[in-house]
């Protein structure tokens, strides 16, 4: 049997594999593809997908095989294990179920869209299209809650009271900018441009999972592990 050592440090690897994955993700699919694109979702349909893919993939099963801490029985509802649960299976719906071909701004994915021949799941249908937005809104919004509200628990020494900081901080973070796509989805629902940019959902997007990727990677003591390092480096 594993002891509780082995476990913890179990978690530790994902949660640094789920940290780094977050990092990557937003700049991978933009360098294998060599554009910017309106969403990170809309690298589906270009050679950046198996980035894209893999890496949700890779999010689904890694936050569905985490358990993290036990719930508190007298004061929660949900362990980390549910809230894992959940994201999980929202990442891997938001392969599943792709954004729609439409609104690209992009002259080779407009012209797939038109041809109608779309790559595995590609489609360009409002119903399907919504599933992904939820999918995705679910699946940032509980990486905001497990940094506010689950990695905030245990003993508050000087060093936790400073990380507990950093991770409500991500957390809002990400709470934040899925609101300001939210705002924006409702308000050019009722055709009033409320965009920026042309890419103001990619830089949200990437502005929230940043933001979650750093919290795991704390939550993983990525930084310690870098510490030791460097004292291995310059002994």
């Keep these: 049997m594993e002891n509780k050592k082995d476990i913890l440090n179990s978690y530790y690897r994902i949660r640094k594999l789920i940290g780094l994955l977050g990092l990557m993700l937003p ?7 060599g554009k910017f694109l309106p969403s990170i979702s809309h690298y589906y349909y270009t050679r950046s997908a198996v980035f894209f893919i893999a ?32 994201a999980g299976i929202a990442a891997l719906l938001v392969v599943l179920f792709p954004t729609s071909c439409t609104g690209s701004n ?3 994915i407009s ?15 409002a119903t399907i299209n919504f599933v992904h937005l939820t999918s995705a809104g679910i699946f940032l ?67 929230a999972v940043f933001a979650f990727g750093l919290s795991w990677l704390v939550k993983g003591e990525a930084i310690r592990d870098i510490i030791g390092l460097k004292k291995k480096v310059f002994r």
Excluded: Q
Aim: with cysteine.
């Design 27 to 33: 700049v991978l699919v933009v360098l294998t593809y």
């Design 111 to 125: 012209a797939m869209c038109l041809s109608k021949v779309y790559p595995l799941f590609g489609h360009r249908k």
């Design 106 to 108: 992009n002259e080779a």
């Design 141 to 207: 919004f509980t990486m905001g809650w497990m940094s506010i509200f689950r990695f905030t628990k245990g003993e508050l020494t000087k060093e936790k009271k400073r990380k507990n900081k950093l991770y409500r901080i991500t957390g809002y973070i990400v709470w934040s900018s899925i609101g300001i796509l939210l705002v924006e989805f409702l308000l050019n629902g009722i055709r009033v441009n409320f965009r920026a940019t042309n890419y103001d959902v990619y830089i949200l997007e990437t502005v």
């Design 55 to 86: 890496i949700l993939s890779a999010f689904g099963l890694l936050l569905i095989s985490y358990k993290g801490y036990e719930r508190d029985k007298a004061n929660e509802r949900l362990s980390d294990n549910v809230i894992t649960h959940i």
